[in-house]
């Protein structure tokens, strides 16, 4: 029989020992990042109660108190269950290692926590939630136990273990267990673990365990935690008590592959309302730090004070990982110092930008690309028996709750952004420590309010540190906000940019001094809440007697033109290529999406000439000759670096034209796509043929690797050991209390198609991550701030020239290196029996244009 229920109004009575856990996840201060129900003191949650608080707290932090009691007793119930002689459960041997009100908290917090930060329909898949609920439990069972193990006896029971044991071993114990304690007492988790884990002999448990453990910990919280909706207004009826959390199966559609089931964990609707309220008091990991990150010196050894840091997310790829870190500290020296040199550019929130956002908020969202607050309201089913009116009905049902699992997921997303950023407001300056991916792209730890993520991020952080604009940052400042505004203004000159910023100077005044009861101009811009803030610096300094003397402290952005074909350009030594991406000098910053497009049309006016009737593409290129901008080709354009099939780029342009409606009948457009997809396609070929030929070089070279059933392999330019993860998935099943689970695994077969699709991307994602680094380093050592996403490089105003120049200098020297050569030569020495295809031609581009190149990065 299940406990009875907690309704959430009654949760305020002051529960019995043993003491239940904290109150809900809160902030943790920056200094003490650490698992929160070891790190909270439970006396806090006493206090609530014995002032009766606990009614105050926001809705779910009121139902954390009340699903506690419940789910602890229900596991101590099962502990003793699995006490008995007999007992067969698979998570038997595990259960009883750690006291129930520990298991209970570790549950809660963990699945709530997976719920918040999900796929935003309220619901996490069973396995993904039961492997960590059940790691977490070991890594709590092996402190427990360790503590457990070194604790004082009695005085009588001491002078039996001193007879039998040599004194120093107890002294030594005493000593380990003191040691711990005052690391817990500093929040010093990561080192509690390590000196844990040298005591501790025992074996892991296995994702096995962590699956079994995992899921029996689940099915007791879904027996024992219930949800009472408020009371109704007249009183006269008492709500029901319902389920919080349910279990259900669902069945995912593969094209070409059977169906597969899988199962979720999904919240009561009023759980979910209660996540978007309460997503500000969830504890975020690796929070922004208040001091400046450790220097990397090895593998997992620099960043965060306390906090587990890896120089790379490996996503337990280990044949990676241990590449990583078995090369020399030397090869790796430029990596350490150019991800330290991006962890110590110092932020801090802007104020003035985060009270704007903050009102917009509390209003109910729904400007500058914030989410409503509101959801969609659920149509009411039709009274009829008419199918085809019920089918429309179901049709809008889904529809609905489509659309408000979308506003959920991106109302927690906000939430949890301001929550840091209202956090972080009031210190003086923060820093973000940074890793990379596996190859070799850089990016802050954190991951919520940082510069990598949305407009919003970017509108409400800035440099720490501020400096005067002098003449040269003004300009910059102006030209910063036309690339904002967007809408075509970014392709302008400078000179044009500059015109425009100034033709809008009473709109820009406007727009900083009365953001929301003004004409709100800046929310006409493609980045508004970025555009606010340069707004906001270009009115102090333009009301300024003194405008070249206003410390500004915007971060302007200099963006790579189409990046990935710029580098294709290089390897190629690519004249064509080269002046369509901006590595040689023009008027105006070549487009070129419309530049593609332009071929698009010409290569269509020449099949629409022809006769439709013997040939069917005359009368498509007739029907879309109109049709064709560079936001039609713009897609496939961007991903044609990432090896875009012809499939793919079909999708993307019938997506376009389905949102014109130009073409009604679904048989005539998936036509007009094939065809159109065909013809950009072509253009490419034919704008981009040095690139092409790359690309499939290193395609087949992939290709006669993994052939041998070995992974693709290379070594930056910056030193930095790269293997490409793709390995085939094994199923292993597991029957669990809760459902048959299945787990997936890497096998010793890598994925030949995979390891050839992902190389030629994943390795020009290799060089402009070098290029990154490389222009870090230097930039440092010039005394700029520096921060940079990927191929846009960002520093204050009145630095961006000199940025420029270095940027197009280390762009020039990365391409100094014969790099397509080192490749094959390394390639040839890893494999020596093999037969490599020869290196495509090059053509005669004089890399030095770079250097004079206004727009390469504008």
Same mark, same amino acid.
């Given at each position: 029989?299940?406990?009875?229920?907690?309704?959430?109004?009654?949760?305020?009575?002051?529960?019995?020992?043993?003491?239940?856990?904290?109150?809900?996840?809160?902030?943790?201060?920056?200094?003490?990042?650490?698992?929160?129900?070891?790190?909270?003191?439970?006396?806090?949650?006493?206090?609530?109660?014995?002032?009766?608080?606990?009614?105050?707290?926001?809705?779910?932090?009121?139902? $954390?108190?009340?699903?506690?009691?419940?789910?602890?007793?229900?596991?101590?119930?099962?502990?003793?269950?699995?006490? #008995?002689?007999?007992?067969?459960?698979?998570?038997?041997?595990?259960?009883?290692?750690?006291?129930?009100?520990?298991?209970?908290?570790?549950?809660?917090?963990?699945?709530?926590?997976?719920?918040?930060?999900?796929?935003?329909?309220?619901?996490?898949?069973?396995?993904?939630?039961?492997?960590?609920?059940?790691?977490?439990?070991?890594?709590?069972?092996?402190?427990?136990?360790? &503590?457990?193990?070194?604790?004082?006896?009695?005085?009588?029971?001491?002078?039996?273990?001193? #007879?039998?044991?040599?004194?120093?071993?107890?002294?030594?114990?005493?000593?380990?267990?003191?040691?711990?304690?005052?690391?817990?007492?500093?929040?010093?988790?990561?080192?509690?673990?390590?000196?844990?884990?040298?005591?501790?002999?025992?074996?892991?448990?296995?994702?096995?365990?962590?699956?079994?453990?995992?899921?029996?910990?689940?099915?007791?919280?879904?027996?024992?935690?219930?949800?009472?909706?408020?009371?109704?207004?007249?009183?006269?009826?008492?709500?029901?008590?319902?389920?919080?959390?349910?279990?259900? /199966?669902?069945?995912?559609?593969?094209?070409?592959?059977?169906?597969?089931?899988?199962?979720?964990?999904?919240?009561?609707?009023?759980?979910?309302?209660?996540?978007?309220?309460?997503?500000?008091?969830?504890?975020?990991?690796?929070?922004?730090?208040?001091?400046?990150?450790?220097?990397?010196?090895?593998?997992? +050894?620099?960043?965060?004070? $306390?906090?587990?840091?890896?120089?790379?997310?490996?996503?337990?790829?280990?044949?990676?990982?241990?590449?990583?870190?078995?090369?020399?500290?030397?090869? /790796?020296?430029?990596? $350490?110092?150019?991800?330290?040199?991006? !962890?110590?550019?110092?932020?801090?929130?802007?104020?003035?930008?985060?009270?704007?956002?903050?009102?917009?908020?509390?209003?109910?969202?729904?400007?500058?690309?914030?989410?409503?607050?509101?959801?969609?309201?659920?149509?009411?089913?039709?009274?009829?028996?008419?199918?085809?009116? &019920?089918?429309?009905?179901?049709?809008? /049902?889904?529809?609905?709750?489509?659309?408000?699992?979308?506003?959920?997921?991106?109302?927690?997303?906000?939430?949890?952004?301001?929550?840091?950023?209202?956090?972080?407001?009031? *210190?003086?300056?923060?820093?973000?420590?940074?890793?990379?991916?596996?190859?070799?792209?850089?990016?802050?730890?954190?991951?919520?309010?940082?510069?990598?993520?949305?407009?919003?991020?970017?509108?409400?952080?800035?440099?720490?540190?501020?400096?005067?604009?002098?003449?040269?940052?003004?300009?910059?400042?102006?030209?910063?906000?036309?690339?904002?505004?967007?809408?075509?203004?970014?392709?302008?000159?400078?000179?044009?940019?500059?015109?425009?910023?100034?033709?809008?100077?009473?709109?820009?005044?406007?727009?900083?001094?009365?953001?929301?009861?003004?004409?709100?101009?800046?929310?006409?811009?493609?980045?508004?809440?970025?555009?606010?803030?340069?707004?906001?610096?270009?009115?102090?300094?333009?009301?300024?007697?003194?405008?070249?003397?206003?410390?500004?402290?915007?971060?302007?952005?200099?963006?790579?033109?189409?990046?990935?074909?710029?580098?294709?350009?290089?390897?190629?030594?690519?004249?064509?290529?080269?002046?369509?991406?901006?590595?040689?000098?023009?008027?105006?910053?070549?487009?070129?999406?419309?530049?593609?497009?332009?071929?698009?049309?010409?290569?269509?006016?020449?099949?629409?000439? +022809?006769?439709?009737?013997?040939?069917?593409?005359?009368?498509?290129?007739?029907?879309?000759?109109?049709?064709?901008?560079?936001?039609?080709?713009?897609?496939?354009?961007?991903?044609?670096?990432?090896?875009?099939?012809?499939?793919?780029?079909?999708?993307?342009?019938?997506?376009?034209?389905?949102?014109? !409606?130009?073409?009604?009948?679904?048989?005539?457009?998936?036509?007009?796509?094939?065809?159109?997809?065909?013809?950009?396609?072509?253009?490419?070929?034919?704008?981009? *043929?040095?690139?092409?030929?790359?690309?499939?070089?290193?395609?087949?070279?992939?290709?006669?690797?993994?052939?041998?059933?070995?992974?693709?392999?290379?070594?930056?330019? &910056?030193? &930095?050991?790269?293997?490409?993860?793709?390995?085939?998935? !094994?199923?292993?099943?597991?029957?669990?209390?809760?459902?048959?689970?299945?787990?997936?695994?890497?096998?010793?077969?890598?994925?030949?198609?995979?390891?050839?699709?992902?190389?030629?991307?994943?390795?020009?994602?290799?060089?402009?991550?070098?290029?990154?680094? /490389?222009?870090?380093?230097?930039?440092?050592?010039?005394?700029?701030?520096?921060?940079?996403?990927?191929?846009?490089?960002?520093?204050?105003?009145?630095?961006?020239?000199?940025?420029?120049?270095?940027?197009?200098?280390?762009?020039?020297?990365?391409?100094?290196?014969?790099?397509?050569?080192?490749?094959? *030569?390394?390639?040839?020495?890893?494999?020596?029996?093999?037969?490599?295809?020869?290196?495509?031609?090059?053509?005669?581009?004089?890399?030095?244009?770079?250097?004079?190149?206004?727009?390469? $990065?504008?």
């Amino acid at each position: 029989m299940l406990p009875a229920p907690t309704p959430a109004a009654e949760t305020a009575i002051c529960p019995p020992s043993p003491p239940p856990p904290p109150p809900p996840p809160v902030l943790l201060p920056t200094k003490a990042p650490a698992l929160m129900w070891r790190r909270l003191p439970s006396r806090r949650l006493a206090d609530m109660c014995e002032h009766k608080l606990a009614p105050n707290l926001p809705y779910v932090k009121s139902l $954390f108190l009340g699903w506690f009691e419940p789910l602890r007793d229900q596991i101590i119930a099962e502990q003793e269950l699995v006490s #008995e002689r007999g007992t067969r459960a698979s998570h038997a041997p595990y259960f009883n290692m750690l006291p129930a009100d520990m298991m209970a908290v570790i549950t809660m917090h963990k699945l709530m926590g997976l719920l918040m930060t999900g796929s935003g329909d309220g619901s996490v898949r069973v396995i993904q939630a039961a492997c960590q609920i059940g790691e977490a439990v070991e890594h709590e069972v092996r402190i427990h136990k360790f &503590l457990e193990k070194t604790k004082k006896k009695n005085t009588k029971e001491v002078d039996k273990v001193v #007879e039998a044991v040599d004194a120093d071993i107890a002294k030594e114990q005493e000593r380990l267990r003191k040691k711990v304690t005052d690391l817990m007492k500093k929040q010093k988790i990561r080192q509690v673990r390590h000196l844990v884990k040298k005591q501790d002999s025992t074996r892991p448990w296995g994702q096995d365990a962590h699956a079994k453990v995992g899921s029996r910990l689940i099915e007791l919280f879904i027996e024992t935690a219930h949800i009472q909706p408020p009371a109704s207004q007249s009183g006269d009826s008492t709500p029901e008590i319902r389920p919080a959390f349910t279990h259900e /199966m669902r069945t995912v559609a593969r094209e070409q592959q059977k169906s597969r089931r899988y199962g979720v964990i999904k919240c009561d609707p009023l759980v979910r309302q209660g996540l978007d309220r309460t997503a500000k008091h969830m504890v975020i990991p690796y929070m922004p730090m208040l001091i400046p990150p450790i220097n990397w010196t090895g593998y997992d +050894k620099g960043a965060h004070l $306390f906090l587990p840091s890896y120089v790379m997310r490996t996503h337990g790829a280990r044949q990676q990982r241990e590449a990583v870190k078995k090369a020399p500290k030397e090869q /790796m020296q430029t990596i $350490f110092e150019a991800l330290d040199n991006l !962890g110590s550019t110092k932020w801090r929130v802007n104020k003035k930008v985060l009270s704007i956002v903050d009102r917009i908020w509390s209003s109910g969202g729904r400007l500058a690309d914030l989410v409503d607050r509101a959801d969609v309201s659920l149509p009411e089913k039709p009274d009829t028996e008419d199918e085809a009116e &019920l089918k429309k009905w179901r049709w809008s /049902m889904r529809s609905a709750k489509k659309e408000n699992s979308e506003r959920h997921s991106q109302r927690c997303d906000v939430e949890l952004k301001l929550a840091v950023a209202r956090k972080m407001k009031e *210190e003086a300056g923060f820093y973000y420590p940074h890793n990379l991916d596996f190859r070799g792209r850089a990016y802050p730890m954190h991951p919520y309010l940082n510069h990598l993520g949305s407009d919003l991020c970017r509108g409400v952080l800035e440099f720490s540190e501020g400096r005067p604009l002098g003449e040269s940052g003004l300009r910059w400042l102006k030209i910063h906000l036309a690339n904002l505004y967007g809408g075509g203004v970014d392709k302008l000159s400078y000179d044009g940019r500059i015109a425009f910023t100034e033709n809008h100077l009473d709109d820009i005044f406007d727009s900083a001094n009365r953001p929301l009861e003004g004409k709100r101009w800046w929310l006409e811009a493609e980045d508004p809440f970025q555009c606010l803030a340069v707004c906001m610096d270009l009115n102090e300094a333009l009301r300024s007697p003194s405008p070249e003397t206003v410390i500004s402290h915007i971060p302007v952005h200099q963006d790579g033109s189409c990046n990935g074909l710029q580098h294709y350009a290089a390897l190629g030594r690519d004249k064509l290529g080269a002046v369509a991406v901006n590595l040689v000098s023009g008027e105006k910053p070549a487009d070129v999406y419309s530049g593609i497009a332009a071929r698009v049309v010409e290569i269509m006016k020449r099949d629409a000439q +022809k006769d439709p009737a013997k040939d069917a593409d005359a009368a498509r290129a007739r029907l879309l000759v109109d049709q064709v901008d560079r936001k039609l080709v713009k897609q496939t354009v961007m991903t044609s670096v990432y090896g875009v099939t012809y499939v793919g780029a079909r999708e993307q342009i019938k997506r376009r034209l389905k949102e014109r !409606g130009v073409i009604a009948d679904d048989s005539e457009l998936f036509g007009a796509s094939c065809y159109a997809a065909k013809v950009t396609l072509t253009a490419l070929g034919e704008m981009f *043929e040095a690139a092409r030929s790359i690309m499939t070089w290193l395609g087949d070279c992939a290709k006669v690797i993994a052939c041998e059933n070995e992974p693709v392999r290379w070594t930056t330019p &910056l030193g &930095l050991p790269v293997v490409q993860p793709y390995r085939k998935l !094994g199923r292993h099943l597991i029957k669990t209390s809760l459902q048959v689970l299945t787990l997936q695994r890497e096998t010793d077969k890598v994925m030949v198609k995979r390891q050839r699709t992902a190389f030629p991307p994943n390795f020009v994602h290799s060089l402009d991550g070098s290029h990154m680094m /490389m222009t870090a380093v230097a930039c440092k050592k010039q005394g700029l701030y520096f921060a940079g996403v990927h191929d846009s490089y960002w520093t204050h105003a009145c630095d961006v020239d000199t940025m420029n120049k270095i940027l197009r200098e280390k762009f020039v020297e990365l391409y100094d290196a014969p790099i397509l050569e080192n490749l094959l *030569e390394s390639f040839e020495t890893s494999f020596p029996k093999l037969k490599f295809p020869p290196l495509p031609e090059r053509g005669n581009f004089d890399m030095k244009d770079v250097l004079r190149s206004t727009y390469f $990065f504008n």
